[in-house]
C-alpha cells in the first residue's frame, strides 16, 4: 500500500475535566487519537484543519510519530474546541462547550498525491463532508466511517449517501440502535449492513467491540483495567489501532480484521491509562505486544472436547 | 465424583411478563434452572422445598432430567411465588410480586448420603441458610454460591461468615460493586477476593462474563442473540452450566473453569431463547456442542505476530 492510510477528522484543542482535575488545551480530536495510534502500525497520512493557536509542538508530536501532516491546513483563526466533564465513575460524559472555530468551514482537501489512497478512514465530521471526500480518493481497498447522534438525528438523508459508499462503520452501541431504530445489536447491525457497510463493529466501552460481518460475529473484549484515567479518544483511537493494523499487515480479509479488532482493543487500552493522548507518547512497540498477550489470554482457553 | 453436584436453592413457580405476553405459575427458582442446566453435564442433586400447589409435572421434569429429589422437601402451603415484569427492550425488570411461603421456614437440610458431596452451589437464599448447608458437606472441592443486593444490603454479616467459607461467587455486575464499594470491575473482584472466595465471576448480562482468579482474568463473551424472549435465569442457568461442566470433567483447575466459563455461557444463551425453562426442556447434546463452536469462533483468531 504505497500510499496507504489517510484519515480526515478533527484536530483540536480539549479542556478534559476527569477523576477531580482539568487539563485545558490538550490536543485532542478524532484525527489526531487515530494517526497517533495508527502510526505504531503504519505510516498515516491526515486531512484537517487547524487555527493560529494550535501549539507548535502538537504538530511536532504527530510528525514525530511519522504521521503526514501534508494535508493539514492551517487557518487564520482558532481552532476547534472542546471541554468536557466525566462523571466520578467515568461511565458518562457532559459537553461543556463546544467551538467550531475554523472546522466550521472545513472543506477537507486531499493533496494529488494521497488519492490513491488504499485505507481511508472518516472521522466523525458532518457526512457531506465525508462523501466529499470518499469523491477525492480513486480506488482504495477499504473505506471505514465513524459517525455520532448529532448527525444520525439531524443528517440522516446526508449520513445515507456515506453509508451507501463505505466498506466499514465504527460506531458505538447507542449511535447503532439510533441509526438502526433497533434495541438488539445484532438485529441493528443486520439493519445497517443493509445500509451499505458490509462489516459493521459495535463499540460498547468496558464491555468490549463486536464485529459483523458476512462471515459472522465476532466479540473482542476489552481489557479489564484497574486504573482508568481518561475515556476520551478511546474509541477514535480503536479504529486507529484497527485501521493501522491493516495497513501494516496490507489484508483486509476475515482474519486480519479479527486480528485487527484485537489491536484496536489494545491501542484504546492504553489510550485511557492517561489524559489526552499522554500514554500514546511514551508508548513502546513491546508494551504493544504485550498487552496484545494479556488479551489472547484474556479469551483463550485449551479446547478440550466433551 | 461419587456424590457429585448438590445445589441449594429455590424452586418456584413464577409469573412473568415479557414481550408482551404473561405466563402465569410456569417452573422457576434458582435451583430450578441450575439443576435443569447442569443435568446436561453430570447428575444433580436437589435441595429445595415447595409447597402442595406445586404441579407434579414439574417435578417430573426435573426428575426426568436425571435430577435427584431426595433433598426436596414437599411442605403444607404454598410454594415461593415471584410475579415480574420486563421492560420493553429487556435490560430491566420490575418484581411485582414476592411471596416466600413455604420458603419462609426453609432449613435446609442435606440427605446423609450427600454429605461428601464434591461440588456445592449455594443458590441465591439467606446467606445465614447458605452457611447451615456449607456446615453440612463434608470435604467438598469447591464451593460455588450466587447471592443478591438484597442480602449484600440487609444481612452484610451473615453473608461474609459464607464468603469466608466458599471457594468461587457468581454475581453479577451490579452486585459486585455493592459488595465491594467499588465502581471498577477488577477492583470490585479483588476486593471480593480478599472476603474469602479464591475465584469471582462476574455475570455482566450481554457484555458476557468475566472471571478473576489467581491465575488473572479471563472473559467470556455473551453471544449476540437476535431473539432474546425471557431473560429470567439465565444467571442461575449460567451456574448451572459451568458447575455442570465441573462436575462432569472432574477437574476444577484453572483450563476446566475456562471452559467452564464458555459452558455457562453456552447453556444461558439457549435459556433466554424461551420463556421459563421451556427452550432447556427440548435441548439436545448436539445444540449445545453447535452452540459452544459458535462461542469458540466468536473469539478465535489465526494469531500471526506483527
New interface residues.
Partial sequence: MSNGLVVVGSVALDSVEANGTVHDDVLGGSASFFSTAASY?APVKLVAVVGEDMPEEHLQFLGKRGVDLLGLERKPGKTFRWKGRYSA?L?SRESLDTQLNVFADFKPKLPDAWRDAELLFLGNIHPSLQLDVVTQVKKPRLVAMDTMNFWIGGEPQALARVLERVDLIVINDEEARELSHE?????AA?AIRAMGPKTVIVK?G???A?LFHEH??????AY???R?VDPTGAGDTFAGGFMGYLA??RDVGP?AV??AM?YGSVMASFCVEDYSLDRLRTLTDGEI?GRYRAF????H??????
Fill in positions: 502500525f465513575d461511565s434495541h438488539n445489536l445484532p438485529k443486520r460498547r468496558e464491555s468490549g463486536l459472522g460475529v465476532f466479540a473482542a473484549p479489564p483495567l484497574e482508568v501494516r499487515v482474519q479479527r486480528r484485537f505486544e489472547r489470554d484474556l479469551t482457553f485449551e479446547d478440550v472436547r466433551l
